[in-house]
């Protein structure tokens, strides 16, 4: 029996499946399956035409339940999840060999771009805190990256190359046991389509009381957002916004959850007020809608 499982979710990923899967070819006991989420492109036809297992979903089940249809269509004891825009590079056994400890519910490892710089701030972070959250949705972190509560969010000062503790892997990139899955019953597919769902997932694991290791041995080559790219600004900010506050609503008190979506509110309107020079009466349609959502979702409306 395969001793890891490779869960490879795709959605109009035609250009970057390829690579991927080029890249997990003949590796040993490794069973890789591709869930495709009713792609548009020629997604399927790339996976069928290298001999990869597709499981072919109709609609868009979203990134929760596509990553849930993988795991159980597969029997290995170990997961990774991979990106269809990364390319493994070495370190399957590293990721591995995390698991000796029965303390560890998931590791990652190093992510680089094609450029081969480390993603610092995306491959390893700490649960966000809702003082994260809030200065998130406000724009404060994109404008001062370096703030005490941003670095700790990101994990700025993460030395790329030592192994260590970290709270939340990227799900671009992670591995847990089919054991632990089960435990904590999976990802959460109320997180619709995307976004936030690894998050809860590594929340989860901590509220267990598994820890979660970054082994840089493990590395892959990982371009990035190719499928949030695609969307247009409105669907894309509804999906992430609607993430967030789907996670704050689950793991944060009803004050502190409420704060949120007032920051919310108030990020969203200078953003509106940002982007209309920009982009008309677009910007305050996108961010309008925005505001709606987080004004619904303090009400008790989903």
């Known amino acids: 029996m395969a001793r890891v499982a490779i869960v490879v979710v795709t959605y109009n990923s035609a250009e970057e499946i390829g690579g991927c899967l080029e890249s997990l070819a003949n590796l040993p006991d490794a069973q890789v399956v591709v869930v495709d989420n009713a792609s548009q492109d020629r997604t399927r036809d790339e996976v069928l035409n290298r001999g990869v297992p597709l499981l072919a979903n109709s609609h868009n089940a979203g990134f929760a339940a596509a990553a849930n249809q993988g795991v159980r269509a597969t029997t290995a004891p170990f997961v990774l999840l991979l990106n269809p825009d990364a390319r493994l590079e070495r370190g399957l056994e590293a990721l591995i060999a995390e698991f000796e400890d029965p303390k560890v519910g998931a590791a990652g490892g190093l992510l680089v771009g094609t450029d081969g710089i480390p993603q610092t701030g995306f491959m390893a972070r700490n649960l966000p805190t809702p003082a994260a959250l809030v200065l998130e949705v406000l724009g404060v972190n994109a404008l001062w990256p370096g703030n005490p509560v941003n670095w700790h969010y990101r994990c700025l000062g993460l030395d790329p190359v030592t192994p260590g503790l970290v709270e939340q892997p990227a799900g671009a ?26 998050v809860d997932f590594c929340c989860r694991l901590k509220a267990a009381g598994f820890t979660v290791r970054y082994n840089p041995k493990a ?84």
């Open 173 to 198: 990139f992670l591995m847990f046991s089919r054991g632990i899955w089960e435990r904590v019953g999976g990802f959460d597919e109320r997180f619709w389509p995307i976004w936030f769902e690894d």
């Open 219 to 302: 590395v892959a080559i990982h371009a990035g957002a190719h499928s949030a790219r695609a969307l247009p600004l409105a669907i894309r900010e509804r999906y992430w916004y609607g993430s967030l506050l789907e996670y704050a609503a689950r793991h944060y008190g009803a004050l502190t959850f409420r704060s949120v979506c007032v920051a919310t509110i108030v990020g969203s309107a200078l953003r509106a007020v940002r982007g209309y020079p920009r982009s008309g009466f677009k910007a305050v349609a996108v961010y309008g809608d925005v505001c709606r959502l987080a004004i619904g979702r303090i009400f008790g409306v989903r």
